[in-house]
């Protein structure tokens, strides 16, 4: 089991912020992301960040969004469509979500509208 599968997600989200914000992006287009990406609103975000949810239990919460297999390309060096470990295929989707609003891409881009 990889150590990031225990990492609680309000350990990473500051990150998250802080990159996108340096970037000139803001912590509602990550909540937009996230609700995307999972299906969880406000509420079950926070809920999740206040209860220190690991990575493992947040997605195992998710309703993934149907068109996560758009998601595609390099992160960390490795194709995120070729990851074999569902849970870490979808950590991955959501770090490769972040480095896109980072990088600029329009939001519908990102959301694979």
């Known amino acids: ?44 975000l926070a809920a999740h960040l206040a209860e220190r949810t690991d990575f493992a239990g947040f997605f195992a919460d998710a309703d993934l969004n149907p ?22 295929q979808k950590i991955r989707y959501l770090d490769k979500l972040v480095d896109e609003l980072a990088k600029g891409k329009p939001m519908e881009k990102v959301l694979r509208a």
């Open 1 to 44: 089991m990889h150590r990031i599968f225990a990492t609680p997600v309000a350990d990473v989200y500051p990150l998250y912020v802080a990159k996108l914000e340096r970037k000139g992006r803001t912590r509602a287009e990550l909540d937009e992301v996230v609700e995307w990406l999972t299906g969880f609103d406000d509420a079950r």
């Open 67 to 88: 068109r996560v297999e758009k998601i595609t390309g390099v992160i960390c060096g490795v194709r995120v469509e070729e990851i074999e470990d569902p849970l870490m």
